[in-house]
């Protein structure tokens, strides 16, 4: 299988599958002398790892994880510097249950990329969905834990905004909200009632969709090109990469076709700094492929879990009908642990440009 690895000079190649013994990635191109500690990246996996609530997962993980090279210890023993060479990190898997799968062993989930699996390799590891499972995506927030010391300044957050039919009010927005809730919620009202929909939901063995929404700030404009590397082509590309991903938008994305021009035109000012002021960010930071200097906003559509009690209609590998119920442990939601993710993915993106760019540039 190829393709395993995204990015140019910040270049993140993962591994691993879902019931394997352990799951990591790779990160070549991280510049010499940026420092980290093995906490800092933990705290990000451990906003992403299963079983920490009832609306999710009872997959029982601890995603901790080792930094086994591309690093020199300071003094304190705690703080690692980069040393410019492939920075490899590991997660071990604990808490796998492959016989949960052995129904399906043979027969195609539908929703789940079972059935194109085998049409492309011929044949597929059924347990817990293998390379396909969302479990592979804690080692894109452990190199996305790294992509975050590369831009000087920047700051990557992330929220549920909708899951299934209930949004937030944007008026109650709240980041510090976001970290006091099982939801990732900007908006407190809005989570009782998230939590009785949701039980609703798993009750039935059902499970529904949901809407992140991930910002990016102090990041500098003119990173991106305006053609074949255009950075909401980069970010859009990552997202879209993540689980359940079926939609990417950029700022006002596909509000804008409802709106005149001069309703979505970003207008502006000269600041008394001497830099231009925006007057709105209706294109999410990014102008021509290239960033404005403004907040860079994106969304992504999360799709109901495929792995669901209920029957559903399909065929097996002998090409027999059958109906297909999922065992096992799984999100009702799976858009909630998206969020982490999706930090991770923009972070990389960006680490990733803002390389690019002082390579070309030799700015910055």
């Known amino acids: 299988m190829s393709h395993n690895t995204f990015g140019h000079l910040f270049r993140v190649t993962t591994w691993g599958e879902s ?22 990246l933990q705290h990000w996996l451990d906003r992403r790892k299963p079983g920490q609530s009832r609306f999710v997962t009872q997959r029982r993980e601890a995603d901790a994880v080792k930094v086994l090279s591309g690093f020199m210890p300071k003094d304190d023993g ?46 597929r590891d059924y347990r817990g969905g293998g390379r396909s499972s969302a479990r592979e995506t804690a080692a894109r927030v452990a190199a996305g834990g790294l992509a975050r010391k590369i831009v000087p300044g920047m700051t990557v957050r992330g929220a549920l905004v909708q899951i299934g039919t209930i949004s937030v009010n944007r008026d ?19 989570v009782p009632r998230w939590e009785d929909y949701l039980d609703d939901v798993r009750k039935a063995g059902s499970s529904v969709g949901a809407i992140i929404e991930v910002i990016a700030e102090g990041i500098p404009a003119g990173l991106g090109a305006p053609v074949y590397a255009k950075l909401d082509q980069d970010i859009a590309s990552n997202l879209m990469s993540i689980n359940a991903v079926k939609g990417v ?3 006002n994305g596909f509000g804008a076709a409802s709106i005149t021009g001069e309703e979505n035109a970003d207008e502006m000012r000269m600041g008394a700094d001497g830099n231009p002021v ?19 906003v994106a969304r992504f559509a999360v799709k109901p879990t495929s792995s669901i009690l209920t029957e559903r209609r399909s065929i097996d590998a002998d ?3 059958v ?9 009702p939601c799976v858009g909630i642990r998206a969020v982490p993710i999706g930090e991770a993915m923009l972070a990389c993106a960006l680490a990733d440009h803002y390389l690019r760019h002082r390579g070309q540039t030799g700015r910055l």
């Not at 043979?106 to 990329?113: C, I, S, W």
């Open 78 to 123: 705690e703080t690692l510097v980069t040393t410019g060479t492939p920075v490899s990190m590991m997660i071990e898997n604990t808490d796998q249950r492959s016989k949960d799968y052995s129904e399906i062993a043979r027969r195609y989930r539908p929703g789940h990329a079972d059935y194109t699996y085998d049409a492309k390799y011929g044949i």
């Open 249 to 251: 938008e950029i700022g």
């Open 278 to 296: 925006f007057l709105s960010n209706n294109s999410g930071g990014i102008a021509g492929g290239i960033s404005t200097g403004q907040p860079i």
């Open 319 to 321: 090409g027999n009908e």
């Open 19 to 40: 019931h394997g013994p352990a799951l990591g990635c790779v990160v070549d191109g991280c510049p010499p002398g940026i420092e980290f500690t093995v906490a800092e």
């Open 323 to 331: 109906d297909v119920r999922t065992k096992g442990r799984h999100d």
């Open 172 to 190: 109650n927005w709240n980041w510090e909200n976001v970290a006091d809730n099982p939801f990732f919620c900007p908006d407190a009202d809005t």
